[in-house]
């Protein structure tokens, strides 16, 4: 088992299991997971005893969005390392959402080659919510998987999907009852893992490398925008409406 400041990895044969591990928080991304993600990708890239990765989280959620406590300006200097080091990783990369999925953890099942929910799982967009906008290339893997209507109204509106509504727009590929996920979702890895790893890799890049840097393109535009809106009047009442726990008040604005 190897340790990471916000990750647990344990490797089950050529099996590399990425825990989230931050779960009195529900796992919400900060810089140091960041890097830590961008160290595991790299590493398990390199390891020719690796042919597929799994990610989940700890505890009671899958991935809760960003950790709101941590200035924005110092996790967006490794997000973008981040979301470039999961387009750029050239093996079969499968998502077991154990619970809910809020922002990066709704975006990255779009850069997955395959995401196995637990029926009690939920993602959400809420970008419009705090004055935002997209991210992790979502608005583009998001229009290929779910049609553009599907994807416009789950990154405008804020509103959740239940892991059944991920399946059918096709976010998502399998529903599994919850105390069944791992041992489901780990049965369709060794699957892969014992395929020859040139076939999976090469498979892959064939998929992948027609929209690869359209990906990164996209993901460097969301930042961008993600930028220009933080700050923003709109972003100031969501955060200040966090703090305060109360619904945000967005008339006027």
Same mark, same amino acid.
């Given at each position: ?14 099996? =590399?299991?990425?825990?989230?591990? =931050?779960?009195? /928080? ?10 830590? *993600?961008?160290?595991? @990708?790299?590493?398990? !890239?390199?390891?020719? %005893? ?11 959620? @899958? ?9 924005? %300006?110092?996790?967006?200097?490794? @997000? ?8 750029? @990783? ?6 077991? /959402? ?23 799982? =939920? ?5 419009? +919510? ?5 991210? +992790? ?8 998987? *779910? ?45 892969? +893992? ?5 076939? *999976? ?30 700050? !923003? ?5 969501? *955060? ?14």
């Amino acid at each position: 088992m190897i340790s990471l400041k916000t990750l647990t990895i344990k490797d089950k044969g050529y099996v =590399r299991v990425v825990e989230l591990n =931050r779960p009195k /928080v529900l796992n919400a991304l900060n810089a140091q997971m960041a890097k830590d *993600l961008i160290a595991m @990708f790299r590493s398990a !890239s390199a390891d020719e %005893e690796i042919k597929v990765v799994v990610l989940t989280g700890s505890g009671s959620a @899958f991935w809760a969005g960003a950790d709101l406590k941590e200035a924005a %300006e110092i996790r967006a200097q490794w @997000f973008e390392q981040m979301i470039e080091s999961a387009i750029d @990783f050239p093996k079969p990369l499968l998502i077991a /959402v154990n619970g809910i999925g809020i922002g990066i953890g709704a975006t990255i099942c779009g850069l997955a080659d395959a995401v196995f929910m637990a029926d009690s799982a =939920r993602l959400r967009c809420p970008f419009s +919510a705090l004055g935002l906008t997209a991210e +992790a290339a979502s608005t583009i893997t998001f229009r290929q998987l *779910l049609g553009r209507q599907q994807a416009s109204w789950f990154l405008l509106a804020s509103e959740w999907m239940t892991a059944d509504e991920c399946v059918t727009t096709g976010l998502a590929l399998e529903t599994v009852p919850a105390d069944e996920l791992m041992k489901h979702v780990l049965a369709k890895a060794e699957i892969l +893992a014992n395929l020859p790893l040139t076939s *999976l890799t090469q498979t892959k890049a064939l998929i992948v490398d027609p929209i690869r840097e359209q990906l990164k393109q996209a993901m460097k535009d969301e930042n961008q925008a993600l930028a220009n809106l933080r700050g !923003s009047p709109a972003n100031q009442e969501a *955060l200040a409406a966090f703090v305060e726990k109360r619904q945000p008040n967005f008339s006027g604005l």
